[in-house]
């Protein structure tokens, strides 16, 4: 009787053979899921992106109600961008108090305010080994280090087509910008660039984006590059994208431009509010379009632009 038992008991067990079977068989299970799953998750995040953007398109409007102007893309070196400046817009008031204008600029901030980091500014999907980086000050004043730590953002404002010339001052390029958030203008305490500024004023408002804001691009996703190079709320760097015919989408995270890492499309806020995915593929001539605010040229997404957009000596919108 003993000898059958155990007769039984070695014939209910597996085989070498039949185990690395099973293990293959689960191999290749692991193998056809895991894409679905990878699939579902960036799907995920794609969304939660998408979120972020459209309550960047509220706070902008939220800022609009209570100055009647579109957020500058930044006030100039050194001081506000538009990320700063509609923070009270995403319930962040306590945080944007922190920065009187008139006492002194980004570098003056508290290191904790500038190391700041806003979920809502950082797209899930998008990878940093840090969501600080270094910034070598661009103005005339004296500071005490080489280069300054700050939050990054990975959004920016469509500031400028392609079909203005740029000039080498950045001054008159501000004035050129024919998107919807451009570079703003400020009253002067002192120089060309001051530390300090009594007050500030856009040069953009929704009464202006005549091209319809339903139309017009008003906030992109930029590419890692890109949002790698700037401060989120330090102007130091120009926080606005150029894009277009010869500024066209990134493709890849080590280039520069609207960009970003989900497959085949780019995210954008329009003046609306509304969120727009546009292909990857789009004819850059639309995007020239798209960025212009009062440029009087239509466009059809999915359909390539009736000619070219050739740049000009001066901004005409």
């Known amino acids: 009787m003993a000898r059958v038992a155990t007769k039984s008991r070695r014939a209910s067990a597996f ?25 579902a998750r960036e799907a995920a995040r794609r969304a939660q992106c998408l979120n972020q953007m459209k309550q960047l398109g509220l706070a902008t ?36 108090d922190l920065w009187d204008f008139k006492a002194g600029d980004f570098y003056d901030l508290p290191l904790q305010v500038r190391l ?7 797209c899930p999907s998008q990878e940093h080994e840090s969501l600080t980086v270094k910034v070598t000050p661009g103005d005339t004043h004296s500071h005490s280090e080489a280069e300054y730590d700050g939050a990054l953002t990975d959004y920016a404002p469509a500031s400028i087509s392609t079909c203005v010339s740029l000039t080498s001052s950045s ?29 500030f004023w856009s040069r953009t408002s929704l009464k202006k984006v005549v091209d319809g804001t339903s139309k017009t691009l008003m906030v992109g996703h930029a590419s890692k590059k890109t949002a790698e190079s700037k401060h989120a709320f330090g102007g130091d760097v120009e926080p606005g994208i150029r894009a277009g015919e010869l500024a066209p989408f990134s493709q890849g995270p080590d280039e520069h ?61």
């Not at 185990?19 to 899921?33: D, K, N, P, T, Y």
């Not at 700041?116 to 950082?122: K, R």
């Open 15 to 39: 085989t070498l053979v039949e185990l690395l079977v099973v293990i293959a068989i689960i191999g290749i299970l692991v193998a056809l899921l895991l894409p679905a799953v990878q699939s």
């Open 116 to 122: 700041m980091t806003l979920p809502g500014l950082v």
């Open 61 to 96: 409007h939220g800022y609009h109600d209570t100055r009647k102007e579109l957020p500058p893309s930044r006030i100039n070196d050194g001081l506000a961008t538009w990320a700063w400046l509609i923070l009270p817009s995403m319930e962040e008031q306590p945080l944007y």
């Open 171 to 199: 001054n008159e390029n501000a004035k050129r910008a024919d998107g919807a958030i451009v570079p703003g203008d400020f009253k002067r305490n002192n120089g060309n660039y001051p530390r300090t500024i009594q007050d």
């Open 257 to 317: 431009g609207f960009g970003g890492p989900h497959p085949g499309v780019v995210l954008f806020t329009m003046v609306d509010a509304s969120v727009q995915t546009v292909s990857l593929d789009i004819d850059p001539a639309v995007v020239d379009r798209m960025v212009t605010r009062a440029g009087e040229d239509l466009y059809v997404l999915d359909q390539p632009a009736s000619g070219s957009c050739a740049p000009v000596i001066v901004n005409p919108f």
